[in-house]
């Protein structure tokens, strides 16, 4: 199958993912982990309610002889749990405390829905509103959100836990807060895979909502000491370690070009400009969407002036959005 398809892909004995390329906004990858004859392990839902239907049709096939027990969320990002109603109601889902902490504090489906298509509206106004709007319906993309609140994870736990999936085991570890509150990964041991959830942006530029950015940093140390065979990223292809190098590199890179933009009294969106035209930003230019370093430097400024990671609403999003929004009408 090709980098460009879109379906299930088998990576390992009975161990697949279902593939959204190229990732930009909302193409999620999810991972299946088959136990044949017995059960079965699925991992993160999507918030398209057309796409969680295909992924479901496509999934029927591969768990025919072993029904889905167990679900995990990777994170409170919606484009990863809002499919959790397209899930059998007896597997259990499970996620880390902090991410069940977030999804109850995230924006529900209907009203982002809501702001996207006020945004398909007003996206044609000049100024900062119509940026925010049209950047809104550009994250939002041809998505159909679910009319209401999904169901929320009933299994959590704090650090690590191991879930026994038919005799196979699937380790998973919270490495937030990071690019949300709970990012977490599974590892299967037993085929050498890592499902990495967004702590991997492939060929598409990673979102710091939350941070510290040193934890994620230190959560693509923990992936590159694993050594897997295969890493599946929350967005874009699938990888080893060269990828996770490179993807440690940009946020270095970010972190400390960043830094000294801040120190020099610089505005965030001045900070993320100066570092997209300068000559280090090359090797980077080629992921999707890297005007998400507007975001991701909103973020980091907060962090820097001291003030606690902002929740994950949309109205704490919206001027960042605006921001990119407004640089992506200029360039
Ligand atoms: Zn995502």
């Known amino acids: 199958m090709a980098d460009t398809e879109v379906g299930y892909r088998q990576i390992a004995d009975d161990t697949w993912a279902f593939m959204r390329p190229p990732g930009s906004w909302g193409q999620t990858n999810t991972g299946l982990i088959v136990g044949p004859g017995s059960a079965s392990m699925l991992i993160d839902t999507v918030w398209d309610v057309n796409w969680a239907e295909r992924v479901v049709a496509d999934t029927a096939e591969l768990v025919a002889d072993a029904p889905i027990t167990e679900v995990l969320n990777t994170h409170s990002d919606g484009d990863h749990w809002w499919g959790n109603d ?8 499970t996620t880390s405390a902090a991410s069940l902490h977030a999804m109850r504090e995230e924006t529900p489906p209907k009203g982002v829905h809501a702001f996207a298509s006020l945004g398909a509206k007003i996206g044609w106004l000049p100024g900062p509103v119509g940026a925010m709007g049209s950047y809104m319906n550009r994250v939002r993309g041809d998505a159909t959100f679910p009319g209401a609140l999904p169901r929320l994870p009933d299994h959590t736990f704090e650090t690590t836990w191991t879930i026994d999936v038919a005799g196979r085991s699937v380790h998973l570890r919270y490495l937030g807060p990071a690019h949300t509150e709970g990012d977490l990964i599974a590892h ?53 370690t060269a990828e996770i190098r ?86």
């Open 86 to 93: 397209t899930v059998p109601a007896t597997a259990r889902i």
């Open 246 to 331: 490179a993807l440690r590199n940009y946020w270095t890179w970010v972190s400390e070009a960043g830094r000294s933009c801040f120190d020099a009294g610089l505005a965030p969106t001045e900070a993320a400009q100066n570092l997209l035209k300068s000559s280090e930003f090359g090797q980077y230019a080629h992921w999707d969407s890297h005007e998400r370093l507007i975001l991701s430097m909103s973020t980091l400024y907060r962090l820097w002036r001291g003030e606690p990671p902002a929740p994950p609403t949309l109205t704490r999003r919206a001027l960042a959005f605006a921001d990119a929004g407004r640089y992506l009408r200029e360039h």
């Open 188 to 240: 299967v041991p037993d085929v050498g895979v890592v499902f990495a959830g967004d702590l991997l942006f492939i060929d598409a530029t990673p979102v710091l909502w939350h941070g510290p950015l040193q934890n994620w940093i230190d959560a693509l140390d923990h992936l590159l000491e694993l050594d897997a065979a295969v890493y599946v990223p929350g967005h874009g292809p699938l990888c080893g």
